[in-house]
């Protein structure tokens, strides 16, 4: 008799998703609540996105690490969770007009931070044996989709130096659907995933291990 497969649940990645779909509605779902908190709502979605990331890392219980808790993969999701946050943090809401290109200094370098971490954080996903084949590549497919909708506008608008851009105006707005999206998506899938389960041996019953 061959030993019959189960699986077991994934609590890691139901809470990780929950948490991660939940920062991807939350604007939403706060500027229907309290309209103008915009400082409350980041520091509220910030927070989400990085429990979400830190779950996702070091698991439930030492369980359930979509990297398999390899130091790199470790710290970029880490990186990714907490440093933008925290620049976006100290940065002052208002600024003088003698601060305007220090910030814009800061402002790139906290996009190069959050770029490199999350591309980090997506090889090691994929290249971890944690995730089943091919969903942990999931991540990388939403970087991808997130960075071609972010540049293209850009190109768009520098290749037309500012003639019929209203015509592409809509590009915008399906960068600010897809940012909600995205983040939306991999977190149902990641419940799903979690749900479902990894496959694990039951104890085999005849004839008797050796």
Partial sequence: MTDAEVRRTVPAWIWGGALLAASAVAPSALTMVAPGGGPVARVVISALFAASLAVFAFGVRGQGS????????????????????????????????????????????????AAAAALAAVVAIGRADAVPHPWRWAPAWGLAVIVVISVTPQIIGVALQGRAVDEFLWLFSLGSLVMLAVPLALGILAMLLGARGLAAPSPQIYPPAA
Avoid: N
């Fill in 66 to 113: 979509i990297v398999d808790r390899r130091p790199g993969g470790v710290i970029a999701l880490m990186v990714l969770a907490f440093v933008p946050p925290l620049i976006d943090l100290v940065t002052p809401a208002t600024v003088a007009e003698d601060q305007v290109a220090s910030l814009t200094v800061v402002s790139y370098v906290q996009l190069a931070i």
